[in-house]
């Protein structure tokens, strides 16, 4: 595919999105996603459960292994109106980021609550943003939240998930994220295992999955985002494995964030405000495995600093055969284009 200039705005990573293409339940087997695999100048149908016959001895496989939180509160005002707050990150004790809604209609100081937790609705941050501080009394946070929170599905998702967990990757640890690495939705601990058996190592990184992950660009020019940041870890211990790597296997766009931010900055640890966009000179990721993301997003600017403009050919044979877009959906295996 000739290649075309980077995208510039908005509308330059913008595709026609069914809604009956929109995956609304996870399968129920997590490894029987489809997977199309790029080979360049063709596409092959794989399932997921088929990774491991793809890669390569001597590949690193990378996963992002923050658990999401049950982040979504629906809450009440002393006045019975109803609030939603969506914790997005923890800035010090009891005190959060989170989107408020309806923002607009709280002033500082307003107090809402529901069962066993108290917030305080405080500073405006913009964009629906806002501090809140959470007081669970005497117990924990977290143990309140599971009480109380559900899971902070995506908007485009309507139906109900009936189990949690399935907005959980089977490796999640540390509940940090706002949002599932969902790449990682697709591995099961069989995969991992033939993984391993197949000579190809699995690390786990940290990225608290925030804000710009499900919410599309609002500007008219993409040199005008602002990118939201987000904590991440890269552990010294699989830093050493990704160094000896043949191959790295970013499994998701947040993985990639983690990695490519590390070789960005030099450190291991911190905050990642990294847009990646072309022209961007990739550094450690060869191969990506990664869903269908939604229209005019920066994790489709991504994609297309990848692999470039062939994306929207991928996208058009996808959405011809059927496959289900978004964080329930089926996945793609891309390397790198020629550096």
């Known amino acids: 595919m000739p290649e075309t200039s980077p995208p510039q ?9 069914p809604t009956e293409s929109i995956a609304q339940h996870p399968l129920d087997q997590r490894d029987s996603a489809r ?11 794989h399932t997921v459960a088929d990774l491991p ?3 390569q001895p001597g590949d690193v496989v990378v996963v992002n292994d923050t658990r999401v939180l049950p982040a979504r509160l629906r809450l009440k005002r002393s006045t019975g109106g109803a609030v939603e707050v969506l914790l997005l ?3 010090e004790d009891r005190r959060w980021e989170a989107l408020v809604r309806p923002s607009r209609k709280l002033p500082p100081g307003t107090e809402v609550r529901t069962l066993g937790l108290d917030v305080v609705i405080d500073d405006d ?4 943003r806002r501090i809140v501080e959470l007081d669970p009394g005497d117990r924990s946070l977290l143990e309140v939240l599971a009480e109380v929170g559900s899971a ?3 908007p485009y998702i309507q139906a109900t998930l009936d189990d949690p967990e399935r907005y959980q990757t089977v490796f999640a640890d540390r509940p940090l994220s706002a949002a599932a690495p969902t790449a990682g939705l697709h591995l099961t601990n069989d995969v991992l295992d033939r993984l391993k058996t197949a000579g190809i190592q699995v690390v786990t990184v940290e990225l608290a999955v925030g804000l710009d992950t499900f919410r599309p660009v609002q500007v008219d020019r993409l040199d005008d985002h602002v990118i939201h940041t987000e904590r991440y870890l890269v552990p010294e211990a699989a830093a ?3 160094r000896s790597a043949d191959r790295v296997v970013a499994v998701g766009t947040t993985s990639v964030r983690a990695l490519e931010t590390w070789a960005t900055t030099g450190e291991l640890e911190g905050r990642s405000s990294l847009f990646i966009r072309r022209p961007y000179e990739w550094q450690i990721v060869d191969v990506l495995l990664t869903n269908f993301h939604l ?7 991504l994609v297309d600093a990848f692999i470039g403009p062939r994306w929207r050919e991928l996208y058009e044979t996808a959405l011809d055969e059927g496959y289900r877009f978004l964080s329930f959906g089926d996945a793609m295996l891309l390397s790198a284009r020629q550096r």
Not at 295 to 301: G, N, Q
Request: a negative charge; hydrophobic letters at 35%.
């Open 9 to 17: 705005s908005p509308d330059d990573i913008d595709y026609e999105l």
């Open 35 to 45: 997977l199309l695999v790029d080979r360049g100048d063709s596409v092959r149908n």
């Open 53 to 55: 016959d793809l890669l």
């Open 89 to 91: 990150e923890e800035l």
């Open 125 to 128: 941050l913009g964009e629906g």
């Open 152 to 154: 902070p599905l995506p």
């Open 240 to 242: 050493e494995v990704i």
């Open 295 to 301: 229209p005019r997003s920066t994790l489709l600017c």
